[in-house]
């Protein structure tokens, strides 16, 4: 008899929450390590998710207060929260 894992949607989200999040909080672990020897493409968009995250943590240091502000003012506004 053969024996499936049950993969739904909701393990699959989990499983990406969890690697963008390591991966946006710059935390490069042996998880991340092993799952790019493992499959290279994946490794390639973790790496590329990673600089990304590095890039956009960059410029928000270099804006002013005020930019800073106005950003967070359309966030709030896209998200429903104002």
Do not use: C
Not at 19 to 41: R, T
Request: proline share 2%; hydrophobic share 35%; no cysteine.
């Amino acid at each position: 008899m053969s024996n499936y894992n049950k993969i739904n949607e909701g393990i699959v989200d989990k499983f990406i929450e969890k690697v963008f999040s390591i991966a946006a909080k710059g935390k490069s672990n042996a998880v991340l390590k092993d799952l790019s020897k493992k499959d290279p493409e994946l490794g390639k968009l973790i790496n590329q998710a990673i600089k990304t995250g590095a890039a956009m943590e960059k410029k928000l240091k270099k804006m002013s207060p005020e930019e800073k502000e106005k950003i967070e003012k359309k966030r709030r506004k896209f998200l429903g929260l104002d």
